[in-house]
């Protein structure tokens, strides 16, 4: 082999780069509209309850994630007609400028409005946003680089949710609303300098948008985008379980244990996240669906142990584990069985499993829980989450759409 023609190998088989100047641009927004988001997250709750007692602030959550779940049903729609920047620029717009005037009233009717447009805009910036970022990727690094979105995504939450309480008892409630505000229409700017329709297409499988965009409908009924669905909805039902009730179900004697499981968990996903994409990227997403989903099930049903320090942790550091295996591997199969027309649906169609997986598995797990205790209500939850291997074992073929 002549010296040319090593090269020529080489350069044939090297590693596309994963950082670009569109994806570090895209970071910036994304940063944005999670330190907006999470930072007013718990802030708006304690001050409408304040204003009007304990309903107020579940209205102000519940009017939240009401208007996120509609807002991602119509986004994909809306990224069809007029692109991706101009819906995430309209998305970080209505999460931030209701917050800049959130504290001129304390009724409940102009926090829960406020908390709708809110809502609308944060879904506007999770599915658009996601689906920019998608043709950001280089294709044959997609696991790992939604890993590395993820943890983007995900740090500004660890930090100004908690913060925001914080902000909120030492310099009050306008002061946090101005914050949180601010920095979801300064992230605007960002924006800009991104690609539209696509950018810096990688998917070399297919043409570029060489097909209509499915609707969200028409994805829930296809096969394909509809098994992953099912299979991450199973997990993140207990994902708000866990968030939700895990300081109800142990001992309060061991309350020091539900702070340090309540990290553990985020914690343990976030290395999971990123492993199972470098993974994936080497060796196929795939196979990656069924561990993810039987770890998060283990640990679901170790948890049941509540009386038990160490099961508590070991079994939540589990579930985190099989959670964030889940999360990238059901994502990046997604993404890569449709063309970039779609991905606006796909990110849709994994924000709706991820939100309406922790809310219908919170409802139902309070109810489950007051008939049979929290400890056989745990291990009930793992026994439905394997419910989802059918669509698991089905997933053996699929077609791109």
Avoid at 9 to 20: G, I, K, N, Q, V
Avoid at 54 to 61: F, P
Avoid at 175 to 194: F, P
Wanted: a positive charge.
């Amino acid at each position: 082999m002549t010296p040319t023609t090593d090269m020529t190998a080489t350069a044939s088989t090297a590693r596309p780069p994963l950082l670009s100047r569109p994806l570090l641009l895209r970071f910036v927004s994304m940063i944005g509209a999670s330190a907006s988001f999470f930072l007013l997250l718990s802030v708006v709750p304690a001050y409408a309850a304040e204003a009007g007692g304990g309903s107020a602030a579940g209205l102000a959550t519940g009017s939240l994630m009401l208007a996120t779940v509609l807002g991602e049903l119509a986004t994909p729609r809306l990224v069809a007609r007029h692109g991706y920047r101009a819906t995430l620029m309209a998305g970080l717009f209505l999460l931030g400028a209701p917050a800049l005037v959130l504290t001129v009233s304390g009724n409940a009717a102009w926090i829960v409005a406020v908390c709708l447009v809110r809502g609308l805009g944060f879904a506007l910036t999770i599915v658009a946003g996601g689906a920019l970022t998608a043709t950001l990727i280089p294709a044959e690094r997609r696991g790992e680089g939604l890993a590395l979105v993820g943890v983007v995504s995900g740090v500004p939450s660890l930090v100004t949710l908690p913060l925001g309480m914080w902000l909120a008892g030492h310099a009050g409630y306008g002061t946090v609303a101005v914050i949180g505000g601010a920095v979801s229409l300064a992230a605007i700017v960002s924006v800009l300098g991104l690609p539209d329709r696509g950018g810096r297409s990688t998917d070399t499988r297919a043409p570029k948008d060489s097909k209509p965009p499915l609707g969200v409908l028409r994805g829930l009924r296809t096969g394909p985008l509809l098994r992953p669905v099912l299979v991450f909805a199973s997990t993140a039902t207990a994902t708000g379980i866990l968030v939700t009730f895990l300081p109800l179900a142990v001992p309060a004697a061991s309350s020091g244990v539900v702070a340090v499981a309540l990290f553990v968990q985020p914690a343990a996903s976030t290395v999971a996240r990123w492993l199972a994409g470098r993974h994936g990227d080497r060796h196929g997403s795939a196979r990656l669906v069924l561990p993810g989903l039987l770890l998060s099930a283990a640990g679901v049903l170790l948890t049941a142990a509540t009386g038990s320090p160490l099961a508590v942790l070991a079994g939540t550091a589990l579930f985190g584990t099989g959670f964030g295996i889940a999360q990238n591997a059901t994502l990046t199969l997604m993404y890569a069985r449709v063309s970039a027309s779609s991905y606006g649906t796909v990110s849709a169609l994994w924000n709706l499993a991820y939100d309406g997986g922790m809310g219908v598995g919170a409802a139902g797990f309070g109810v489950l829980a007051g008939l049979t205790g929290y400890p056989w209500a745990f291990a009930m939850t793992a026994l439905l989450m394997l419910g989802a291997l059918a669509p698991v074992v089905r997933d053996r073929h699929h077609t791109r759409y």
